[in-house]
């Protein structure tokens, strides 16, 4: 038997927790259901489509900061060509059953560093949403607990995405 | 009282050894014994369980078994029991060594200094589980010939190489098509491996329904 035991020593305490976390119960529709319940609760559109749109029409390729994600791009992509695979690849990690508590986490410290970027209103606007996204992922199927600020950033999200939804009288 | 019979003792001797002696051990060295003192503890609550096997076979638990066999632990270090050096007291079965352990499983987990004895318990215990997952889905890739799969996920998420192998480099050390189809094949064995953590967990909790809350502990 190879020595297993000596590598999972190796491990940094995250990279287990990262690992154990993938043995939550969570089916392929437990894991969608969250994202696709905020898209619809905000957004009336399951499918994405609107993040994507919103991604795809910021000026600045702000999908090119989010390293730990695995996209890729080309370097003559336009800022519009990078955000839309980034958005691709957002949806896919904030449905798939496979996303890790870490890629989560990681996600949500990606939209609080967007959020508050010295840039445009829209870019910062977009990492809100992303970061209330990701927490509430972290929270639905991790059992994360959130702090009091977290769930603000929720309820600011949904309420924000309302209030951008196209025929939105508030 | 039903009476295990000899078979039965030893598998279980061998399963509280085999699943067990890393967390113990690395309770025991976090409590500030010398690393062959914590064996011989490890060694002796160890077989002392086991020589009282009726008791714990039979036992319906509640609650998890962790936290049971942790006070198991505390209270071992200043009984008398341990005073009377329960390895003497060979059970029927046998009983097993660190050393025979160490020999099929490798060196365990040694805590940090002044690393707190609890968390050190469960620091190891919980890469326990995760190393015996692992060992499991290991095996099926190699018993279902599709060991690839399981190389890439280790190669990717366990092995630690400096520099850190991308997925297109490991496509390439595999002969694979592109960077995706990589990753795409190691979510197999993560998909995998969620179902074989749960299996461990089943092990040292009294019901499914607690499995997600065992987990949860862990984690904190």
Known sequence: MNDLSSDVASLSDDQVEDLLSLGFSQSDEDAAKTTRDLLDQATADTSGDWLKSLLANLDTPVGAYCGPLPFKWSSGSSPADVNALAGRTFLEVLVSPQSSLAVLESLAEYGQMVAHLPIDQSTRFFGCVIRGMALSALRSRFGRALEPADATVIAATIDVLKSARPGFTG | ?220
């Open chain 2, 1 to 220: 009282m039903h009476e295990l019979s000899s078979e039965a003792r030893g598998n279980l001797v061998w399963t509280l050894f085999s699943r067990y002696w890393k967390p113990l051990y690395a309770y025991y060295r976090s409590k500030g014994k010398q690393p062959h003192d914590a064996e011989d503890l490890v060694q002796d609550l160890l077989n002392h369980l086991a020589a009282n096997s009726e008791g714990l076979a039979s036992c319906q638990p509640t609650g998890r078994f962790r936290n049971w066999l942790l006070t198991c632990a505390a209270n071992f270090l200043v009984s008398d029991v341990r005073k009377q050096r329960a390895r003497k007291r060979s059970p029927r079965g046998g009983t097993l060594s660190i050393d025979t352990l160490r020999s099929i499983s490798g060196i365990p987990f040694e805590p940090a200094e002044q690393i707190d004895p609890d968390r050190a318990f469960r620091d190891a215990w919980r890469r326990t589980i995760l190393a015996n997952a692992i060992a499991v889905v290991r095996e099926e890739s190699r018993q279902s010939s599709n060991s690839t799969d399981f190389e890439l996920f280790f190669d990717y998420y366990i092995r630690q190489d400096d520099p850190h192998p991308t997925w297109e480099e490991l496509a390439s050390r595999y002969q694979l098509e592109s960077w995706k189809v990589a990753a795409r094949r190691a979510d197999r064995i993560k998909t995998r491996l969620a179902q074989a953590i749960r299996d461990e967990l089943r092990a040292s909790v009294s019901s499914d329904e607690e499995i997600d809350d065992e987990l949860r502990d862990l984690l904190q």
